[in-house]
């Protein structure tokens, strides 16, 4: 034991690395203990939850009903009517008690919070976004401290603002009539979070409340401020990082020392003196043959765990822990012969883009847990995305959510929080904004995840194309005024704190995006392709379109019946028209029409509701895997396929892969294989069936491809067998067929084109029918089923007589995830999924049902 201590203490030594000091103190008290709220106009007190919202508190508290069930949330509008307090009361910690400065942090209030201490007003906050703290320790008692938070209605607030102006600042998705405020739309005056008034795929619910954590923060001599590891420089060799601490001192100091260690070893360190309050301070330092990060796909996700220490002789006064991952990211957006690039080059490759856009994952966002974020991001990790677009109607996410991002390799492309709006920016407002976006930036820059910047969703597009409102109708004043707005605080302001406070990260104005007060195109920058649904183009159309990067495209569909059955119970409520089912569809009619006439188009009607929900969810995976097929094989030109959406924030028709109760639709499952490193993808052009391999893999590959043509009763032919050279980092056309020599003879509705291509021990397949749903000829088949139990459930091993289009399990009463689902079954090929649950045997065997396309009609 002895040795071992001197052992230790040697190849400490040997390092150079600082005998370790003492433990910096920096005690931290949280404040979410013995909360009560009431309305502010009355006087019942009623126990909360912090962090929290009003509408959470409410239903815990037996007020209202869960607005998410059937119409509640129709008779819970007066809530943002309303002004809301809250109240504590706390004794310090001792450990806190004995610091000599004391910090009251706040990191987020939901909205206009009026915070008294001790009866004393010490803040009054004005954007969900930012973080607050105020020094308080003149305030505080040992004991019996109160904490106050009135929070005003941001209906009220924002009412008067509206009023006072000549015009009005257009908010296309605020639901103000569900709201009782006719058609005033407020939400562009309040920085809270858009989709909070509604959005096409959300409910209004305008909520109040301290939505994130609160604490005090104690320190004596001085605290950090930040830390930002700026990488100045990374490539394979080495990796030039500048390290920028901003402390605040008490005193002055003659000098402090600070370091930056990976584990043990010292990296850099700075000698320096220290002013009476905030003082940055760089250490720079190179790491040679540094561990790289790198999304998804392209290699590990490999984190340093980097440790600032600042001491003072030898006391540490102050230290942090950051985890850091070391890549170059470079996005690059070059004049060429087609217009302009848009394309992410990580660590020296360029990245096809593979992955969706992301909403928040509930309306109340201090119940979305842990576990709810790491199911959201390791459901896009488990299909293949490597990039999530964090959306900007929504909210800058958790730092968890980009924790896992870093660890599971997902890019992340972040907006700020400003979508399908014009909004009023001088001023204060202007100002407010600012405070935000450096907040926001400098909270998410240290994430190797975070890659690229972009001002807001859709307001370039939307004003200039007049889809907003009609600028011709706004007199001309006006609209110079609004458009000056625009261009300050998107063409300048946040440009230019990107650039300030995360130098080197890429940034554009709005997305879609090509250039500067030019509306979008498909040959410069990204696109949001929106015809195919809200244009009602045929599917077939996204294998005519193109773009250098997709960053939206869509399709709707329906939750599963299960997931329905839990908001809609029912049975009068079954039909997708039910005042119940309109009401979780917020596309209204013409998205229910639409998926109507989509399906009606491509398959045989339904015969029932739930055939309907399953149909329509078939529907909207075939059309997005055709849309990402089409993006990947254009690869070259195109660098970025991102659909819309990921995630729904409450139970609802939506354009979702996965719905709010997390369950896969088939579009999910069907993106795995769409998203694949290698993608073999058959497609049929002018009579012919033309053959792609994608690849992603940033080395080449060998592999075996086939080609057969398969009847549906069963009976195969190999059309073609082949070893093929898969290049690298490439889409490359391998073979063209005329459908006559494919088929000879045989009858297109009778039969399915099967591609595989295997290669080391993994095998690519890809189904590709020549005719439209509606016309193939899907024979009836004899599905057997085998159930084994298996680690924590069963295996399901199913096989068939004959070809099944989008076979599908589920589970009555349950939700269940299956490991494959939707899939087809080739005649006499047996598939086995697993799928973990509790339930006996007996009654899983029982309540387990199966549904294929040749059942619902
Ligand atoms: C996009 C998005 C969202 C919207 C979606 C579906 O353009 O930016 O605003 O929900 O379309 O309409």
Redesign the pocket.
């Known amino acids: 034991m002895h040795q071992r201590i001197i052992a230790l203490f040697m190849t400490l030594s040997l390092l150079g690395a600082a005998m370790p000091a003492a433990r910096a103190e920096a005690p931290v008290q949280q404040l979410h203990e013995g909360w009560s709220f009431r309305q502010a106009r009355l006087t019942n007190w009623y126990p909360a939850t912090v962090p929290g919202v009003v509408h959470t508190d409410l239903m815990a508290n037996g007020i209202i009903e869960d607005p998410y069930f059937r119409l509640n949330e129709r008779g819970l509008q007066w809530i943002d009517k309303e002004d809301w307090i809250y109240r504590t009361m706390f004794d310090l910690t001792p450990e806190v008690a004995a610091c000599d400065h004391t910090r009251l942090c706040f990191e987020g209030l939901d909205t206009y919070a009026d915070v008294y201490l001790n009866g004393e007003r010490i803040l009054e906050a004005d954007n969900m976004f930012r973080r607050w703290a105020v020094e308080v320790e003149e305030l505080l008692l040992d004991k019996g401290n109160e904490l106050l938070i009135y929070f005003h209605s941001p209906i009220k607030v924002a009412l008067p603002l509206y009023d006072s102006l000549p015009y009005h600042y257009e908010a296309w ?1 605020d639901q103000a009539a569900n709201g009782g405020l006719i058609d005033k739309k407020l939400s562009p005056f309040t920085r809270k979070a858009g989709y909070h008034y509604g ?3 959300g409910p209004r619910l305008v909520t109040s409340g301290i939505w994130r954590p609160v604490e005090l923060r104690g320190w004596n001599d001085l605290r950090i401020e930040d830390v930002f590891h700026y990488q100045k420089q990374v490539d394979r060799k080495s990796a030039e990082v500048e390290t920028r601490v901003e402390i605040e001192a008490a005193e002055p100091m003659k000098e402090v020392r600070v370091a930056v260690y990976d584990g043990e070893r010292k990296l850099g360190e700075t000698r320096t003196a220290l002013h009476k309050g905030l003082n940055t301070v760089t250490v720079p330092f190179t790491i040679r043959n540094p561990k790289l990060w790198w999304c998804l796909g392209m290699g590990e996700q490999h984190l340093y765990t980097f440790r600032t220490e600042v001491t003072r002789g030898r006391k540490t006064l102050a230290e942090d822990e950051t985890r850091v991952g070391l890549r170059s990211v470079v996005v690059e957006k070059e004049r060429d012969a087609y217009g302009r690039s848009l394309r992410f080059v990580l660590n020296g490759e360029p990245v096809f883009c593979k992955g969706a856009n992301y909403i928040p994952c509930d309306c109340f966002l201090p119940r979305v847990t842990h576990e709810v974020y790491e199911r959201t991001v390791g459901d896009a990790a488990a299909v293949n995305m490597n990039m999530l677009r964090i ?1 900007g ?1 929504g909210i800058y996410e958790d730092d968890y959510f980009y924790e896992l991002c870093d660890r599971m390799g997902i890019l992340v492309w972040q907006d700020f929080m400003y ?2 709006a014009v909004y009023p920016a001088r001023g204060e407002l202007l100002e407010n904004m600012r405070q935000e976006a450096i907040d926001n930036v400098k909270r998410l820059r240290n994430h190797p995840s975070v890659v690229y910047w972009c001002g807001n ?2 307001n370039q597009d939307s004003w200039l194309t007049g889809w907003i409102y009609d600028v011709q109708k706004v007199d001309p004043k006006y609209a110079d005024i609004i458009w000056a707005e625009y261009e300050e605080q998107y063409y300048h302001m946040l440009d230019q704190v990107v650039a300030q406070y995360a130098p080197g990260t890429g940034y554009q104005p709005t997305s879609p995006f090509s250039d500067y007060g030019k509306v979008s195109n498909d040959h410069e920058g990204d696109r ?1 392709y ?1 015809e195919v649904w809200h244009a009602k183009k045929p599917i077939a159309e996204y294998n005519r379109q193109r773009s250098r990067f997709f960053s ?1 495209y ?1 399709f709707q569909s329906f939750p599963c019946f299960e997931s329905v059955k839990r908001y809609a119970p029912c049975s009068g409520d079954w039909s997708i028209t039910s005042e119940v089912m309109m009401a979780h569809q917020r596309g209204g009619d013409h998205a229910n029409n639409l998926i109507r006439s989509y399906l009606l188009s491509e398959y045989h009607e339904p015969r029932d509701f739930a055939c309907f929900l399953y149909a329509s969810q078939i529907l909207q995976g075939d059309a997005i895997k055709t849309a990402i097929e089409a993006h990947r094989r254009d690869k070259g030109y195109c660098w970025g396929s991102l659909y ?1 959406q990921h995630n729904d924030c409450w139970p609802v028709a939506s ?1 979702s892969s996965r719905d709010w109760y997390g369950t896969w639709k088939a579009q999910h499952y069907f993106a795995r294989q769409a998203f694949d490193d290698l993608l073999v993808s058959p497609v049929v052009k002018d009579g012919k069936l033309e053959l792609y391999v994608v690849s992603d893999r940033l080395q080449p590959a060998e592999g075996e491809l086939t080609l057969r043509v398969v009847g549906l009763r069963g009976g195969s032919t190999e059309r073609l067998s082949r070893k093929v050279l898969i290049p690298a980092n490439a889409s490359t056309k391998l073979f063209t067929l005329t459908l006559d020599e494919l088929l000879d003879g045989t009858a297109p509705e009778q039969c399915v084109v099967r591609a595989e291509l295997r290669t080391g021990k993994r095998l690519y397949t890809n189904n590709c029918f020549l005719v439209q749903q509606k016309q193939m000829d899907y024979p009836e088949a004899k599905v057997t089923r085998r159930v084994k139990p298996a680690d924590g459930g069963y295996e399901v091993t199913l096989q068939s007589d004959c070809f099944v289009r989008g076979l599908y399990l589920s589970v009555e009463g349950e939700l269940l995830h299956f490991s494959d689902n939707f899939f087809d079954l080739l005649p006499g090929e047996p598939r086995t999924v697993s799928v973990r649950t509790m339930l006996p045997q007996e009654e899983f065997e029982s309540r387990l049902g199966t549904l294929s396309l040749a059942d619902t009609y």
């Open positions: 998705n959005w096409d795929w959306w109607g979508a399908c969703n859709e949001h929106w939206e869509g819309w354009w």
